[in-house]
């Protein structure tokens, strides 16, 4: 009788089929072992936390649409009876953004410490709240473009694809802190910068201290 083969399966608690040694992706010869019962009510109880703290999304989804509506509504205040407007706009951005930055951190911590170490079971959900936040920063750059061109030294055609392709552009490279073409030169931009380079340092830095020590 050889151990661990077909004929005598049940015969042996370390060798049932989930048990079985299979290729890994990377082509090596891993053993998987079946989930106990309690820690797979864990990971469904941390996947449905995660799905209801979704609210915490809720102000940068609706900012994104809101910029993008603005931008389209308002094409501009530039004229010197609109510099109020203008003002108010900037600091109305300023003061959002840090709400926005603040659910969107709050949604990343109650994933991971819902997590409960099971990192992998709540990728979607954090790649979600990081896709929100790109198109998030990617509105409120273009909303601020239009409210002042001297606010990014970018060149953009008057076309509001091309603008938001540009800042898009420009959010994702910022998030990377890869550099771009693009760069704030306004205070009210290089604030809303900063805002986005924080949420990267918290999310970084959050993630790693839970998949360092779960």
């Known amino acids: 009788m050889v151990y661990g083969s077909i004929t005598d399966y049940s015969s042996y608690a370390d060798s049932y089929l989930s048990n079985y040694p299979r290729p890994s992706f990377l082509g090596h010869i891993k053993r998987t072992a079946p989930i106990p019962p309690q820690e797979e009510e864990e990971r469904f109880e941390a996947k449905r936390a995660a799905h209801a703290n979704v609210w915490l999304l809720v102000p940068a989804m609706t900012g994104t649409v809101a910029y993008y509506l603005f931008t389209s509504i308002f094409r501009g205040i530039r004229q010197r009876e609109e510099e109020d407007k ?119 830095t959050m993630g790693l201290v839970f998949f360092t020590n779960p």
């Open 86 to 204: 203008a003002v108010a706009g900037k600091i109305g951005s300023v003061v959002y953004t840090g709400i926005v930055t603040a659910g969107l951190s709050a949604y990343i911590y109650s994933v991971l410490i819902l997590a409960d170490g099971h990192l992998m079971d709540v990728y979607w959900p954090i790649a979600g709240a990081i896709t929100v936040q790109l198109l998030y920063f990617a509105a409120v750059y273009t909303w601020l473009y239009r409210l002042d061109y001297s606010s990014f030294s970018a060149e953009v055609e008057d076309e509001p694809i091309e603008e938001l392709l540009t800042f898009l552009y420009f959010s994702i490279t910022n998030f990377a802190t890869t550099g771009s073409s693009v760069f704030p030169e306004s205070i009210t931009a290089r604030l809303l910068v900063g805002l986005q380079v924080l949420f990267l340092v918290f999310s970084f």
